[in-house]
């Protein structure tokens, strides 16, 4: 949750269109307000590698739904990340880009097959997606947060599992409070106070998860370490 993900992207542009949707309005105007919502969202939140990499990548999707086409993700994703290097190709050594490209791609390719695999659980589905999600993330993330922090977590995925029914909250009526917080009145206590148990729920896991008997592995120094 220390990185703007895809998700975080999706959660908002996605209310916008469904609000728009509600009050009848159309396709076009709901795309466009989408887009507007991903403008305030980027302009509130600012301007990191992951910040930039879920927000280009929502555009390339955007776009392609205005223009009716079907864009594989993959390929929305190699966009952002060729328009991103040309504007900037420092990012390419910064670890936050590397992690939310990677962890992108690993969701793309291996969630199918993790899907499949985890299927013949009869788990509820909404789990099994959960579960497939991140997985996928942690299993491609891994080698470069053992490079990044000489350590690596064992209790990730059920963490980010457990965590999910809170981040659409708390992106939504977090970005709603913030942008209250321009206005006067000081109303922004209402979203803030709504947010607010979505928001210890999140911290008491990771507290929870943290204080495990072996919440970490030491990798060790160097090529070595980070293979094992």
Known sequence: LSAVSGSNVSIVTTSVMVLLALLTI????QLAGA????????????????????????????LAVINSRRME???????AMIGLLLWDS??????????SVTATAGIVMLFP????ALAPTGWPDILLRALAVAIAADM??????????????????????LVAPAVVPVTVVGLIAVIMTLL??????????????FTWWIHQVGKTCQNLPVSTITTGDGLPGTLW
Do not use: K
């Open 90 to 99: 420092d990012l390419a050594v910064h670890y936050g880009f590397i992690l």
């Open 184 to 197: 006067p009145g000081g109303l922004e206590i209402i979203p803030l106070t709504m947010v607010e148990p």
């Open 26 to 29: 159309g396709p076009r105007l």
């Open 73 to 79: 993700p993959i390929h929305g994703l190699s966009l």
């Open 113 to 116: 097959l993790l899907y499949r």
């Open 35 to 62: 887009a507007t919502a991903l403008v305030v969202f980027v302009t509130l939140v600012g301007t990191e590698p992951s910040v930039l990499r879920a927000a280009v990548t929502g555009m390339v999707g955007l």
């Open 140 to 161: 491609v993330t891994m080698p470069i947060i053992a490079v990044m922090a000489g350590r690596v977590s064992v209790v990730a995925v059920i963490a980010n599992v």
